[in-house]
């Protein structure tokens, strides 16, 4: 013990002391850049195709942690005190918008990402993110209204679930406040995103008059409501409803004449992120044209990425379900961020839900 | 076991775990959520710190309030249903043979091992149109129509109408029974399981019936624990979310999704905090009057 106190603490030890340690730290920090072995992905469920994480690991080495979350507030609560770690996420449209306003994603350096190219140009100037700065496009949908041929005949318009009480007790809507009041917004004839009370407030009480009709406003069960007979009609996804249309011929889905709301989903590398190598390797991989296309086939949702589209199963292409016509997008709107107005919707959808 | 006065040593880094854990992961968060529920809402939802109170002038709209009173009374409906199955079934364990206790406490306790998620799931596969109680009932009609016109009868019978059992407040209800009732049996059968049994020979050989020995003498003193089991049970019942939102219809809003739903969809997290300390200090309120009114009764509460 006291040889210790005997240690000659010099100047030149100190210094010698100091720089092996800075040394050391400066190594293996680049250590850690050279080769990221892990990455993180954040992404919704049933949302990736069957191989593309295995062959993405074989690829290039890097080992994949993938998390889910079932909803887009979900995650971004999650971020609100930071990043808590992860390098890849997937945000639809309106929570690009804000992301990119709270200042939360990277900006994407395209040099990095070659297969950038395949992307399709009619996706790469969406108003949530001019110039498709912060995100690289993964897939689109829609809301449309999934039915039972055989005991409602033909659908066409919006007005079967919002305004008529022909199929009282037999119908069911999503519960998703945005899109629900979206789709009445523009049956209403308004704009999907407005910020103006009165619009709002016709949406509000379209929407407590065609409640009397419904069985409920469900999460996400809509589809299995409507295979196994509690239900008619349904206000859902249309990835869920092509899910069910395979197991049942009688079950079919159409996107209304009065037009729908889209969503587009994609990646994004949040700030903080702690492998960033590894997430633009992953973003370039999953826009690469084999796996985008081994990712559509699996999901059945339509591709952005033109490249991939000629190894897509052609009868998904000319499924109306998932690649809607031309006419059919020009009259549909992609949801935006409100900002200030989210209350008045939120004050809406309670009393909604309430009365 | 000696007086804490004695030993306070011991006793201070006996109580320092939990008190910790109590302040760090109940009386901190608790805190945090009432300075918030004096925030603003930033435009992409954020949380802006401020002091003023229109949230708490939101939270007492009369649209709030009238989903606080149908919780409260989902609540009770609840609570009710449950002590009615529940303290028979607590009585009944405490009352068996000694071997058999465990294995029924087991049987009690044996769903909380499952997902909570799962066991809503099974009651939306058992009360659906299509779902296995009405696959039972259409079997009884079919069987019992089939009888008739055996028999000779005309058909009284008519067409079987499943019945509309999910997607509203019965089927809440029933969800949550199923999902509280262990929390209502065990206090219940800790206290029925303490009491001293002679005091329910005394009362039969006196010569009261069963029936009156269950009123008079067995439910009052087995008081405290019922108290306990409903009152878990009916706060528990007020603040769920899950039950509602999966097994709920048009017409099953509560106040435990609307506060959810603001921390989700809506990002106006001071407009929850508010909300939720509206129902903290409701609850206060209740138990302070409940504790006036024990002190001037001076009973056994």
């Not at chain 1, 690829?59 to 909803?71: C, M, P, S, W």
């Amino acid at each position: 013990m006291s040889n210790f106190f005997n240690f000659p603490f010099t100047r030149r030890r100190f210094l010698q002391g100091t720089g092996a340690a800075v040394a050391a730290v400066s190594f293996s920090g680049a250590n850690s850049f050279a080769a990221d072995k892990k990455i993180n992905v954040y992404n919704w469920d049933t949302y990736i195709g069957e191989t593309t994480l295995s062959s993405f690991s074989e690829k290039t080495g890097i080992e994949v942690q993938y998390d889910l979350y079932a909803n887009l507030e979900e995650m971004f609560a999650k971020f609100q005190a930071g990043n808590p770690g992860y390098d890849i996420i997937f945000p639809s449209d309106y929570m690009i918008e804000t992301m990119i306003a709270a200042d939360m994603l990277v900006e994407l350096d395209r040099s990095r990402i070659p297969n950038f190219n395949n992307v399709d140009e009619a996706f790469l100037n969406p108003s949530f993110d001019p110039g498709c700065k912060y995100n690289a496009p993964y897939f689109w949908g829609s809301v449309g209204i999934g039915y039972r041929k055989s005991k409602v005949g033909d659908v066409d318009s919006w007005g079967v679930l919002f305004d008529s009480d022909k199929y009282s007790g037999r119908m069911a809507m999503l519960a998703d406040m945005r899109f629900v009041m979206g789709v009445a917004l523009l049956y209403l004839g308004y704009a999907a995103n407005t910020t103006k009370q009165d619009e709002i407030n016709a949406a509000r009480d379209l929407l407590i008059e065609a409640k009397k009709h419904l069985k409920g406003f469900v999460p996400d069960s809509g589809q299995d409501m409507l295979i196994s007979g509690d239900i008619d009609l349904v206000m859902e996804w249309n990835g869920d409803i092509l899910k069910v249309m395979e197991e049942d011929d009688d079950l079919t889905y159409v996107i209304p004449k009065e037009g729908t709301v889209i969503w587009i989903d994609g990646l994004s590398i949040p700030k903080g992120a702690p492998h960033i190598d590894a997430a633009y390797k992953f973003i370039d991989h999953v826009l690469d044209a084999t796996v985008n296309a081994e990712m559509a086939n699996t999901v059945r949702y339509a591709t952005t990425n033109k490249a991939a589209r000629e190894h897509v199963a052609q009868s998904d292409l000319d499924n109306p379900a998932i690649y809607a016509p031309d006419e059919v997008v020009n009259k549909s709107q992609a949801l935006a961020d409100v900002g200030d107005a989210l209350p008045l919707y939120d004050a809406a959808w309670t009393k909604i839900q309430a009365s | 076991m000696q007086s804490w006065r004695k030993n306070k040593l011991v006793f201070a880094v006996l109580a320092l775990p939990p008190t910790a854990w109590l302040v760090i992961f109940f009386t901190l968060p608790l805190i945090i959520m009432w300075v918030y529920s004096f925030a603003e809402r930033g435009p992409q939802g954020q949380i802006v710190l401020a002091l003023n109170f229109a949230n708490y002038v939101r939270a007492i709209e009369w649209i709030h309030l009238g989903i606080i009173w149908k919780s409260v009374w989902i609540a009770a409906i609840t609570t009710v249903i449950t002590f009615a199955v529940g303290f028979p079934l607590a009585m009944g364990i405490a009352f068996a043979p000694a071997r058999w206790k465990n294995l029924l406490l087991l049987l009690v306790i044996l769903p909380f091992w499952t997902n909570l998620l799962i066991r809503t799931y099974a009651w939306i596969a058992v009360l659906r149109t299509r779902g296995f109680l009405n696959f039972g009932l259409e079997w009884v009609h079919e069987k019992f129509s089939m009888l008739l016109a055996f028999i000779g009868l005309p058909d009284m019978m008519g067409e079987f109408q499943a019945l509309e059992l999910l997607y509203n407040q019965k089927a809440v209800v029933i969800g949550l029974v199923y999902v509280y009732l262990p929390f209502l049996v065990l206090p219940i059968y800790a206290t029925l399981e303490k009491l001293d049994k002679s005091y329910l020979e005394v009362s039969l050989d006196l010569g009261a019936g069963h029936v009156r020995t269950l009123f008079s003498v067995t439910m009052p003193l087995a008081l405290p624990g019922i108290v306990s089991g409903c009152l878990l049970a009916f706060i528990l019942s007020m603040g769920t979310f899950l039950t509602p939102t999966l097994l709920g219809g048009t017409d099953s809003e509560m106040i435990g999704t609307l506060i959810a739903r603001q921390f989700s969809s809506s990002r106006d997290w001071p407009f929850g905090s508010a909300l939720s300390f509206l129902l903290l200090y409701l609850t206060f309120i209740m138990l302070w009057v409940r504790a006036s009114l024990a002190g001037r009764k001076g009973g056994p509460i």
